[in-house]
C-alpha cells in the first residue's frame, strides 16, 4: 500500500521552486500563487490544532465539506486562534463590513 504524502508547509527546496515561480510570473499568476499557498497553509494550521487525527478532520477540507473553501479555512483559524486579527482582516476577502 502507498504511504499517503501529507500535506505541510513548504520546504526549502520546494519554497526556491515556488519563489522562481512567483517571481517570474505576472500579476494575475501571483495573485493565484499566493492565494493557494496561503489557502494550503490555513489548512495545515488547522489541521494541527485538530486533536483527532483521523479521517474524520481531514474530510472537513473536501471540496462540498464545511472547511472546503479558502473562506471557511480564514474564518476557522481565526475562530481557533491560529491567525491574529491582524492577517485575519488583510487576507479576508469578504470586503468591507
Known amino acids: 500500500m502507498a504511504k499517503r504524502c501529507e500535506k505541510r508547509f513548504l520546504d526549502p527546496k520546494s519554497w526556491e521552486q515556488f519563489r522562481i515561480e ?12 499566493c492565494a493557494a499557498y496561503l489557502d494550503n497553509c490555513l489548512e495545515i ?6 486533536i483527532h487525527k ?5 474530510g472537513l477540507f473536501s ?3 464545511p472547511l472546503g473553501t479558502f473562506s471557511a479555512k480564514i474564518k476557522i ?9 491582524s492577517i485575519y482582516k488583510d487576507i479576508n476577502c469578504s470586503g468591507p463590513n
Request: include cysteine; proline fraction near 3%; charge should be negative.
Open 77 to 85: 483559524a481565526y475562530c481557533l486562534n491560529l491567525i491574529p486579527e
Open 22 to 33: 512567483y517571481e517570474s510570473s505576472d500579476d494575475r499568476s501571483c495573485a493565484l500563487l
Open 54 to 58: 483521523d479521517e474524520a478532520r481531514k
Open 63 to 65: 471540496e462540498m465539506m
Open 45 to 50: 494550521l488547522v489541521l494541527e490544532a485538530l
